[in-house]
């Protein structure tokens, strides 16, 4: 399995960028997925999570960022606008994956990161 994310880049404050994740390999199903973000020094945070039709937000990006899935594609996106300098980080994308081989076992699997540097 591979998560692939690209979206990442540089923008001003107040501008938009839109994350794309896309899981490819031998996937039975995908429970839940998530984007994460980690600025040096710090713990990873959680930014999104959406599982079935549930979606979570941390309170810093709640009302700016909006996550989405295309289940046909198994791909997540991150759409975030009015960016702000404390949005700079390397995004992450996660996803909860059941394989056709072990359909009853669920892990979870990271993709490569990708930085997202907002400038005020």
């Known amino acids: 399995v591979q998560l692939q994310a690209s979206g990442g880049g540089s923008v001003q404050a107040g501008g938009s960028l839109t994350l794309s994740c896309a899981a490819s390999g031998s996937i039975f199903s995908i429970n839940a997925m998530g984007w994460y973000r980690q600025v040096p020094g710090k713990e990873r945070e959680l930014v999104a999570t959406t599982s079935g039709r549930a979606t979570d937000y941390a309170v810093s990006v709640k009302d700016r960022f909006t996550i989405a899935r295309n289940n046909t594609k198994n791909t997540m996106y991150l759409q975030m606008n009015n960016l702000k300098p404390e949005d700079t980080a390397v995004y992450y994308c996660?996803?909860?994956?059941?394989?056709?081989?072990?359909?009853?076992?669920?892990?979870?699997?990271w993709g490569q990161g990708t930085q997202v540097t907002v400038s005020s």
């Open positions: 996660n996803a909860v994956i059941s394989l056709y081989a072990t359909p009853r076992r669920a892990d979870d699997y």
